[in-house]
């Protein structure tokens, strides 16, 4: 029997099996792997994403008052005419509804910031994970946040860079889509975003920018502040207007793509030239010392909340009057100034022999001396006594020839010294001259205040505290204590009145001494201005030609603890001004602000009117929490008599018409016009104040340390001209107006009486037909009736001073 092995089936482990049995496997456990590991991901996400809401989700803020929405509002200045005039707050702002937000602002916000807003749900998945990723590697930050989210983070959360506060801010975005509609996302949106230049939201920021309200906007406009967000201080148009002008073409194109605008509209939008606000804008209404007037005061009454609260307040000030003082001031004061010693350049700068780093040292030195108004600053490329050429900001080259080199002559002198010499980096001012020429000029040293009123409520209309107030924030008109000098004699003549004497009294202009017994001090000797004495004259003369030993010896008889009383009527401090001979010369201290008060009276008939600047105050909705009425001008109010108003009035006339301020009148082209120059001992302070019966006004100029204006500088050389150039405005299309003669005066033979002291003459009482017709804008004769003298009470010591 042979012998046959049997045939059986290869078994499992057989060598042939096992290798294709394993890969099968190993996919198979891999894909088990992943697909745990993917649930377990998603259940870990879950599971994560639960304990987030639970735990974070509750302590997120409350977004409730989003509903309605109350952002930090500045404080709003305006003037009478609705014009702002300040600003004050940590935040510019102006709130404004999504419905009154031009669609083209938000299609340019849609456009460049978040362009499915209205579609997606508050987050963009990818984008965060984009986002987060480059915050795992450390990268540049993606930009990826939509609008909500946004909102979110610039409303409640800080500006860290964490997954925690990126968790904090999609819970938060969640939140706002839930609680908040759309348009009300994007209303605080657009109303809270920080767009540089201190403005927040797009209303403040077109503001702020152009100068116009956000409702005028244009698409180039719309554009420009859209490119704002991503970084206000890189496309900041005023402080880089290359890189502004690059995101504005970016965020155009973005418009065009998502069909906001057509290519046409396109085009002419990146064509458009924009006509950027600076911060010397000649447009600007500079009120800075009535803003920070108001400040205070609506500080003293709300507190902190001045500054958060959105209050509105609205003042008497006429726009167009407070740029026409301003502008006449400054005026003043540089054309005094073009008669001054030349100080020399402000300071000098290296300048390197490569262009381009000329130009960033020259721009350097400019932002730390920035232009003041139309005082403009400029560095010196090279210099001799026939030429300037200088640089200012932007590159822009001027010369200065001629005419323009005369108020430098001394420092461009081959022996000026080095630090009066004008030369190569010399920093330098420079005006533009009317004939559109260059001047080198300086900043000036000397100070000076305007202020105006309407003598018939108080309502000031315009106020000018200094020559700039980033330069000096000292506000003259109201803190500057100054000697008024002669512009104080009319409340002496004044209160001559009540004692008897008339505009005809004569009073002896002749040289007076008192010894130190007198005094008290050093013995005293008192000159008229021009040193010569006229003899007897008449109240009328001495006050048109300002005679001192007129007044003085009026002070005289009159007693000065009396007159010290009697300028209290017009609101000055009696202890501002002693009672000595001195007060008759305008010694005292006063205020502008006191000035034009005093000055009021007597425009105004003889009542007292304490000036007013705030007439309404509202909050951001317009609900009105204060208004204040104009004060009627009843006998409670009356300080002096009617008629010793109306002969002051005559006298201030006769002032502005044949005096030391006949200018006044001349110019001007109309008889209502008072008033009275003043200059004080050496020059050191001059005024103006006068008046027309609608419209008051006080002008003084002097140093802040005193100092002599010079020898030949007057109240009616310096101040007057700054009165007469407000007026020429203020009063173009005011109707000339005459003052009635009020009961108990008469007029005889052109002067003004009071009937008791013209009965000695015979004349009859007002209500003749000589004194009904009569009004002191007729011209007045100097002389009538000097026989009329005071009562018999007073006639000795008048007596004795004609004898004197």
């Known amino acids: 029997m042979s012998y046959k092995p049997s045939a059986s089936k290869p078994s499992d482990s057989s060598p042939s099996h096992a290798k294709p049995l394993s890969w099968q496997r190993w996919l198979a456990r891999i894909f088990l792997w992943g697909m745990g590991l993917t649930l377990a991901g998603v259940v870990a996400g879950v599971l994560f994403l639960t304990v987030a809401l639970s735990v974070a989700y509750p302590n997120l803020p409350d977004i409730s008052d989003l509903s309605d929405y109350r952002p930090k509002l500045p404080l709003r200045v305006f003037s009478e005419d609705g014009v702002m005039i300040g600003e004050f707050g940590e935040e510019r702002r102006r709130l404004t509804p999504i419905q009154d937000i031009p669609k083209v602002m938000k299609d340019a916000v849609l456009a460049i910031e978040d362009a499915r807003f209205f579609s997606h749900g508050g987050v963009d998945y990818i984008g965060v994970i984009r986002a987060g990723l480059a915050n795992v590697g450390r990268a540049k930050s993606q930009g990826a946040s ?24 999609i819970l938060l975005t969640f939140k706002l889509e839930h609680l908040l509609t759309k348009n009300q996302i994007l209303e605080i949106y657009m109303n809270q975003i920080f767009l540089g230049n201190r403005a927040y939201g797009f209303a403040a920021a077109s503001e702020g920018y152009f100068g116009k309200p956000l409702k005028d906007i244009s698409i180039a406009e719309a554009a420009m502040l859209a490119g704002l967000p991503k970084a206000p201080s890189a496309y900041n148009p005023i402080v880089n207007p290359k890189r502004a002008k690059a995101r504005q073409l970016y965020v155009i194109d973005r418009m065009e793509e998502n069909g906001f605008i057509t290519h046409a509209q396109a085009l ?8 950027i606000r600076s911060g010397t804008d000649a447009g600007r209404v500079h009120a800075e010392y009535v803003a920070e007037t108001v400040r205070q005061l609506v500080y003293n009454q709300y507190g902190d909340e001045t500054y958060t609260r959105g209050l509105n307040v609205t003042t008497t000030l006429r726009a167009t009057d407070q740029t026409v003082a301003y502008k006449a001031l400054r005026k003043g004061i540089m054309d005094y100034e073009r008669r001054q010693i030349y ?65 430098a002559q001394s420092g461009l002198a081959a022996k000026a010294g080095p630090n009066i010499k004008i030369r190569r980096g010399a920093l330098i001012r420079v005006a533009k001259t009317p004939k559109n020429t260059w001047e080198i000029t300086q900043l000036p040293e000397v100070e000076g205040a305007f202020v105006a009123l309407d003598p018939r409520d108080g309502a000031i209309r315009a106020l000018v505290g200094g020559f700039d107030f980033q330069k000096n924030k000292f506000n003259h008109v109201t803190q500057a204590w100054r000697q008024p000098g002669s512009s104080f004699k009319p409340f002496i003549y004044s209160a001559a009145l009540e004692k008897g004497f008339t505009p005809a009294t004569v009073v002896n202009d002749a040289p007076l001494f008192f010894d130190a017994g007198v005094t008290g001090g050093q013995p005293w000797e008192p000159k008229n201005y021009d040193g010569e004495f006229a003899g007897p004259m008449s109240l009328r003369t001495g006050l048109k030609k300002s005679k001192n030993m007129v007044s003085i010896r009026i002070l005289q008889a009159i007693g000065a603890p009396y007159a010290q009383n009697w300028i209290t009527r017009f609101g000055f401090d009696a202890d501002k001004h002693p009672a000595y001979l001195t007060m008759a010369l305008g010694a005292g201290s006063v205020t502008p602000m006191q000035m034009v008060t005093g000055y009021s009276v007597f425009a105004n008939g003889g009542y007292r009117v304490n000036p007013r600047l705030i007439t309404k105050i509202t909050d951001h909705r317009g609900h009105v929490l204060l208004e204040t009425q104009a004060p009627a001008l009843d006998e409670s109010a009356r300080t002096i008599d009617a008629r010793n108003a109306f002969i002051m009035d005559s006298l201030l006339q006769e002032v502005a018409r044949s005096g030391t301020a006949a200018k006044a009148q001349a110019m001007l082209k109309r008889p209502d016009i008072f008033g009275k120059t003043g200059t004080t001992n050496d020059s050191i302070d001059t005024w103006f104040v006068g008046f027309q019966p609608t419209l008051a006004a006080a002008v003084w100029m002097g140093y802040d340390t005193p100092k002599k204006l010079g020898d030949r500088e007057t109240g009616g050389g310096l101040s007057l001209p700054i009165w007469i150039n407000f007026m020429d405005y203020a009063l173009k299309d005011v109707p000339v107006t005459e003052y009635p003669a009020p009961e108990g005066v008469v007029n005889v033979n052109g002067e003004w009486y009071y009937n008791e002291y013209a009965k000695a003459t015979g004349v009859s009482s007002v209500g003749s037909q000589d004194a009904a017709a009569a009004s002191p804008s007729q011209p007045a004769k100097s002389g009538g009736a000097i026989d009329v003298l005071p009562p018999s009470d007073e006639k000795k010591r008048i007596l004795d001073l004609f004898k004197n």
């Open 146 to 169: 939509t609008i909500t989210m946004q909102v979110a983070r610039n409303v409640y959360l800080s500006a860290e860079k964490s997954y925690t506060r990126k968790i904090y801010e």
């Open 268 to 275: 002419a939008a990146k064509e458009e030239e924009l006509k």
């Open 343 to 407: 100080r020399g350049p402000e300071k000098f700068i290296d300048l390197p022999s490569n262009p381009q780093e000329m130009e960033d040292a020259i721009d350097d030195a400019l932002a730390d001396n920035p232009d003041n108004g139309d005082v403009m600053s400029a560095v010196v490329l090279e210099a001799n006594p026939k030429q300037i050429l200088a640089m200012r900001r932007n590159s822009e080259a001027i010369e200065i020839t001629g005419d323009g080199l005369k108020p």
